[in-house]
């Protein structure tokens, strides 16, 4: 391997909370000149707003090096004529759209997003985006995960409100963040390597270990964050290698 890609949340911390020798594995990989590139599916935080929370646990990570769907459907929709979007997601997300120059409306839009929106996700919310793409709106997900870690136990994450868009209006969503071949594309691109140069380290054997072998990479799962026994073990997915956390990367590089 010559590079990597790492996912966030519930590798290199848990809610607010470091991972132990995470800190320390990035720095070894720095040390011995691996490239590398960290792609979440957090859909809370503008890019700029992770950078300074990671620096607040000590991980000097730059603003570029972070790749997230947010950053991937800005590019999507920019490339659009029509490209009026209406944003089912939290606040702080809305500046990378508007850093993108896309033009943000309530009505008459061109694409419905959705991502973690939390307490957003109300039935008016909701049902506004419903009529939008009932009147000719596509779905764009940020991501489709099922849930997240958080500080007091599993929370559910965009999926399941995505799906419930989907069998209300008949569409399909397009997915832009992990497992999109796209997204990771999109750092490997920043990179300069190739899918089998590279290998992705996450904690969601299917979004990421998966997603990850989709598109021709090596998938290690880690032993953190959302990792559940019961679900890795029933999945017809089987990781490249299973680290109890990113610590354990030491021993292989």
Request: with cysteine.
């Amino acid at each position: 391997m010559k590079a990597f890609l790492i996912d966030l949340d519930g590798v290199l911390y848990v809610d607010k909370n470091p991972i132990e020798g995470a800190k320390e594995t990035i720095a070894l990989l720095e040390e011995k000149g691996y490239r590398y590139r960290f792609v979440s599916n957090t859909t809370s935080k503008c890019r700029a707003t992770l950078s300074r929370f990671l620096s607040g646990m000590g991980f000097e990570i730059p603003e570029e090096y972070i790749f997230t769907p947010a950053i991937a459907a800005a590019e999507r929709i920019r490339s659009e004529k029509d490209n009026r979007c209406f944003l089912l997601t939290r606040p702080d997300v809305r500046r990378d759209f508007e850093e993108a120059g896309i033009p943000l409306a309530e009505d008459e839009v061109d694409f419905v997003v959705v991502g973690d929106a939390e307490r957003d996700f109300t039935f008016g919310r909701l049902n506004r985006a419903f009529r939008l793409v009932m009147d000719g709106a596509e779905i764009i997900a940020l991501e489709k995960d099922r849930y997240w870690m958080g500080a007091d136990g599993l929370c559910l994450s965009a999926g399941p409100f995505v799906y419930a868009l989907e069998y209300a209006t008949g569409a399909l969503a397009e997915v832009v963040g992990k497992p999109s071949p796209d997204f990771f594309g999109m750092a490997l691109g920043e990179l300069r390597t190739s899918p089998r140069e590279a290998a992705m380290i996450g904690d969601d054997i299917a979004t990421d270990v998966g997603g990850a072998q989709n598109a021709d990479m090596m998938g290690i799962l880690v032993r953190t964050g959302k990792y559940r026994e019961e679900v890795a073990e029933y999945s017809n997915i089987i990781p490249d290698l299973t680290l109890k956390s990113i610590a354990e990367l030491k021993k292989h590089i």
